[in-house]
Nanobody
Framework: QVQLVESGGGLVQAGGSLRLSCVVS????????MGWFRQAPGKEREFVGS????????YYADSVKGRFTISRDNSKNTAYLQMNSLKPEDTAVYYC????????????????WGQGTQVTVSS
């Protein structure tokens, strides 16, 4: 059974930084595309960014481009989302996602979900 466990969420002031981590178990990590989505109250879950396999390419939503960075460490079965210059509108539950296809660009590409971690950015 594939499990994704996120950590690193919390409360931060606008302009601050957070790093989310997602540890994957139950499937060879290097064969998974990894991504992050977020869902704010009353809104649909939206794509934040992803990192492909085996060739490393990264995709980002326009709203986070230049501020967020996705990375992966295959030796630790872990994906990361580094979030800088955070804004109040980044407040949401952030979900780690994994897919058996080579890339994740939207919800239908996701095969496995994490439980979510809350990120709150105060103004």
């Amino acid at each position: 059974q594939v499990q994704l466990v996120e950590s690193g969420g919390g409360l931060v002031q606008a302009g601050g930084s957070l790093r989310l981590s997602c540890v994957v178990s139950g499937r060879p990590f290097s064969n998974l595309a990894m991504g992050w989505f977020r869902q704010a109250p009353g809104k649909e879950r939206e794509f934040v960014g992803s990192i492909t396999w085996p060739w490393i390419s990264r995709y980002y939503a326009d709203s986070v481009k230049g501020r967020f960075t996705i990375s992966r460490d295959n030796s630790k079965n872990t994906a990361y989302l580094q979030m800088n210059s955070l804004k109040p509108e980044d407040t949401a539950v952030y979900y780690c996602a994994a897919g058996r296809a080579s890339s994740i660009r939207n919800l239908v590409d996701v095969d496995y979900w994490g439980q979510g971690t809350q990120v709150t950015v105060s103004s």
